[in-house]
């Protein structure tokens, strides 16, 4: 089993959606990142920030998941970064009702000494500085998966652009790979994000599931199909962290491995969607886990005879 | 190997893309399922209404393909269907700029005796009523599969839903079973349309794929992810043709092995939209849908362990 570095926000969330809202509740990419990753039993580590105002007993949660916390800064007299956002009726699109940076706008992160020589690191969304500064700590991994938004695109693109160069694996959503490129087709696409640096492309299309690019092959993830969405906040996060952990707990990072990386990712991320934030991962046997990834081989699995 | 008939549109359509148009072209829903069908050498039956300005030429091209054109009817004095569209820039969606129905307003299907025992029925998009016809006129078939599309639903509503009663397999896409069900869901759209009658439910996603449910049971068949689309017409036809092909030479009617036959029929719409209107379906051959097949293979198929 090999090492796992996850950098990312850990945060409150306060989400509404057309099944109801909630306070501030436990958010953040590295946190939904890490509690995905913690399903495979990774070896991992959290390197984020939060405020004192954070309670312990969500500290604790990555804790008693193996997860090592030695990474996760706490500053004491600052607060936790929160994001408030509601969705649409269609759970496709949502606005941001608020942003508080707070502990985020002077974050400079380190990675425990015990996990620089960690194999696969996940970049979480967060300013592309702060993702360079953690590949720089590094001690030659083997494999760096890089997720991003387009906030950073309109605002930070040069910078990003370091950053992709660096990395080998990419998660972007479609309406994203499209801006980046100023291609429609996802196929050309992923070609163009390949030829600035990463090997592999990885793009989330939501519902429709997700895409794994490399060279001329391509593999597809679809998403469960689903009676109903209940809160799709963290699915893309959930999703790095399921693909990310089964890398690290396997440590085969061949093309056909990712295949399954892909599958475990979009598994874990059928589950975050069925309850608001990380509930649902919080109460996630491994049975479930299980029995869901059967699901997703009798949704795609099929015998054709090629005469 | 079992019979096919197939009952739709044989027409003429001018095509507007981004890449290009066309004037009056083969087109219509009996003629992409009659080609696509062909494609895996069914024998199958052609019912439909043509003028007498549509080219023997034409017709031809189904007999050399094996399929049987005695319910073809020609009105020597009418006017073959007549439908002309263009696509907007995201080939989503598109405007229809005319319609003219000419020989199809009094069409009377009539199924050639020798196929009356077919044991699969493809009731291409038309007039509920007509379709009803065409089940009324066979012997006990064993299977007998719906297209349709919202205009009938806006206007034929009742008689529709008679036809859905009737049918083993509808399929539809998914504004359209959106539109039938007032269910978003598309897992619970499904399920009410097989309260309707039928007990498989294809619900078409364009480039997002296709799902085949079950009772509790879906299966996905993805779209094959393409550098572009040239020309979108037809291509549910197409995967209709080549699903009931599929089903009525391999004469298997089990949920497996309908299975085989949606990734069949998308295999074919992938083809289909690669040019405009019929040309890539009249120019493929049995090399290039094995090739094709095995590219839905390595898209889909994994090898993850359940432990």
Redesign the interface.
């Known amino acids: 089993m090999s090492k796992l570095v996850i950098v990312g926000t850990v945060a409150f969330d306060a989400i509404e959606t057309p099944f109801g809202k909630t306070d501030k509740i436990l958010g953040g990419a590295a946190t939904f990142i890490g509690l995905a990753a913690s399903q495979c039993d990774a070896d991992g580590a959290i390197v984020s920030v939060v405020g004192g105002d954070f309670p312990k007993d969500y500290i604790n949660l990555f804790v008693q998941r193996g997860m090592d916390v030695s990474g996760l800064e706490i500053v004491e007299d600052g607060k936790t970064f929160f994001w408030r956002g509601k969705y649409h009726n269609?759970m496709n699109s949502r606005d941001t009702l608020a942003t508080e940076l707070n502990v985020l706008e002077s974050f400079s992160p380190v990675v425990p000494e015990k996990f620089r020589n960690s194999d696969v690191v996940m970049l979480g969304n967060l300013h592309p500085m702060v993702q360079l500064s953690v590949i720089e700590q590094m001690n030659n991994p083997e494999l760096i998966v890089l997720d991003t938004m387009n906030f950073w695109m309109d605002n930070t693109l040069a910078e990003l652009m370091r950053v992709i160069s660096r990395v080998n694996v990419i998660t972007i959503n479609d309406e994203e790979a499209r801006q980046l490129t100023r291609e429609?087709?996802?196929?050309?696409a992923a070609r163009k994000i390949m030829e600035m640096g990463p090997k592999y492309v990885v793009i989330k299309?939501g519902e429709?599931?997700a895409?794994l690019f490399h060279k001329n092959?391509?593999?597809?993830a679809?998403a469960l199909?689903?009676?109903?969405v209940f809160d799709p906040t963290g699915a893309g996060d959930t999703f790095a962290g399921g693909f990310t952990g089964y890398l690290a707990k396997t440590g085969d990072y061949s093309y056909?491995n990712m295949?399954?990386a892909v599958?475990?990712g979009a598994a874990l991320a059928s589950f975050c969607v069925e309850k608001f934030g990380t509930e649902r991962l919080l109460n996630l046997t491994a049975k479930e886990v299980?029995q869901r990834?059967?699901q997703f081989?009798?949704?795609?699995?099929?015998?054709?005879?090629?005469?």
């Open positions: 269609d429609y087709s996802l196929v050309v299309k429709h599931g895409l092959e391509i593999f597809y679809p199909p689903l009676e109903e056909d295949k399954n599958i475990y299980r990834l059967k081989q009798d949704l795609t699995q099929f015998d054709i005879e090629l005469t």
